[in-house]
Every structure is written in C-alpha cells, then in structure tokens.
C-alpha cells in the first residue's frame, strides 16, 4: 500500500481531498519488457506502483547503460516527478523489470493532487528526497570504489544466503556502473583466487567469508 493512502471501496487508493482524483486513475497490468519512457520524451503521466518494479537506467556517451535505481511499491519515479514538474523531457529510459500493477495519473491530476493532499505531496517528495541520496551515494560509489569491491559487495547481496547466483556478466555490469568486458576479468581474477566457480548463466561462491572481507572497501 501506498504510504498516506487507504484502501478504497474498488481497491483504489483514497486519500481526502484526492480521493476522486485517485479513483480516476487508470490501472494497468504492465508485462516485463514494456518501455515506459525514453529519452527526450515528455511525460503522459505519474505512475504509483503497487506490486512489481521499473528499471531506471541512462546511456553513457560511451554507449554503455548505466542502471540509475530501481522503483518499486511504495516508491516514486524521481525521472517522472522531476520532468512533470519541469515540463522537460525525459533524460533516461524506464523499463518494466516484472509483472507490475499500477495506478498512473495525468499530468493534470498529478498537479491538482500534488497542491490539493497532503499525504500524497508527503509521498512523492520524500520519495524524491530519499532516491536523491541514494543515487549521490551511488555516483560516490562508482567514483570511489574499485570494480573488484563493488562486484563483491553486489555478489553478497545477490546470494543472500545461498552460494549460487543465476545471472550475466552484463546484467553485474549494468548493476554496478561498469562494462561487461571489465567484469568478465574481475570475475576471471576472483575465480582464479578461488573465491568463485564460474559457470554458464551461474556463479557459485566457494568462500564468502574472503570476499565479504573483499567487498569492504580500505
């Protein structure tokens, strides 16, 4: 559920006085894969997410993507926030990332609802807040950190507490800001230490405690 907002009789989102605003909004089942915005688009509209989750990425001029954060239930989009009360163009992509039910307002009742409710202004600037600071720290990340750190440190929390991690070289490489080649070695240096067994779509961690030691930075 979204913060500040009630269950409606329909299932909506209800909140006084944008309760009918919210009613009014349209809501989509939205399948992986689907774009929801591109670069030098204008914005059609405010989407509030229920269940799924949207990657937010950038292309480089380098021509390498650059995931920028991800948006999930009870989050806001700050690309979207950003270009609907700019009036500019989106600046980076939005793809679907898994089955995602949610509720999206025009412009228009994105403004009326924004000056009109509290809770839901509450929402989308706290949202912006929070993202805001987390992406700082991930461009200090990037900036700071060496590759080998930061593939550790996303190995880890990919794992849980499991040894194995079904994913790709590009999909660590989009993760952590880097080029596929670039992880493809670290990954080869790492195995060669015997800290991972590399395998087709598949990576087995053989000694987590060397590299939790690994993902912390000096």
């Known amino acids: 559920m979204v913060p500040g907002l009630k269950p409606g009789y329909d299932g909506m989102m209800q909140d006084e006085p944008g309760e009918d605003l919210l009613r009014q909004a349209t809501r989509l089942h939205l399948a992986p894969g689907t774009v929801l915005f591109r670069p030098g688009e204008l914005c059609t509209g405010f989407p509030v997410l229920l269940t799924g989750g949207i990657r937010v990425t950038r292309l480089c001029r380098t021509g390498r993507e650059m995931l920028l954060y991800r948006v999930g239930p009870r989050e806001t989009c700050i690309t979207t926030t950003a270009c609907l009360l700019s009036g500019e163009a989106y600046a980076a992509s939005g793809v679907v990332e898994a089955e995602t039910e949610a509720l ?3 412009p228009a009742r994105f403004e009326v609802l924004l000056s009109e409710s509290v809770s839901f202004r509450h929402l989308v600037f706290q949202g912006f807040a929070t993202r805001l600071a987390q992406l700082m720290q991930r461009i ?17 929390r990919l794992a849980g507490r499991g040894a194995t991690i079904s994913t790709t070289h590009q999909a660590l490489a989009l993760e952590i800001g880097s080029a596929r080649e670039v992880v493809t070695r670290t990954l080869a240096r790492l195995a060669q230490a015997g800290l991972l067994r590399l395998g087709r779509g598949r990576i087995d961690i053989l000694h987590p405690v060397r590299l939790a030691a690994l993902a912390e930075p000096a």
């Not at 900036?143 to 440190?153: G, K, N």
């Open 104 to 106: 999206f307002l025009t």
């Open 140 to 156: 200090e990340d990037i900036s700071d950190l060496p590759v080998e750190v930061r593939l550790a440190a996303l190995l880890l």
